[in-house]
């Protein structure tokens, strides 16, 4: 199915990511997104704002190191999880 997703040029998101297994599978499979309760659980949308903002400043943080150096940027999950 991701193959497929991908040939239309379009990206695939996963729905359901309950575990690690889950989640390395999914890398595995060349996934670009996901969303579960490995992610987080619902949440009120004060705290969904502030999970957000977090992670858009992180992502901006990672974009701007990439583009400082000679990496080619892969898929990657979002995982919504501070590493």
């Known amino acids: 199915m991701i193959d ?3 040939s ?4 695939a998101t996963a ?3 309950e575990s690690e297994e889950d989640l390395a599978f999914l890398h595995g499979c060349s996934c ?3 969303q579960g309760y490995l ?3 619902p949440l009120p949308a004060e705290a969904c704002a502030e999970l957000l903002g977090r992670k858009v400043q992180s992502y ?3 974009v701007a190191d990439r583009a400082s150096s000679d990496i080619t ?3 990657t999950l979002v ?5």
Do not use: F, Y
Request: hydrophobic share 35%; net charge negative; aromatic share 0%.
């Open 4 to 6: 497929l997703i991908h």
């Open 8 to 11: 239309l040029g379009l990206e």
């Open 15 to 17: 729905e359901g990511i």
């Open 32 to 34: 670009d997104l996901g």
């Open 39 to 41: 992610v987080s659980r």
């Open 60 to 62: 901006a943080t990672s």
């Open 73 to 75: 940027p892969s898929a």
């Open 79 to 83: 995982t919504g999880r501070d590493t």
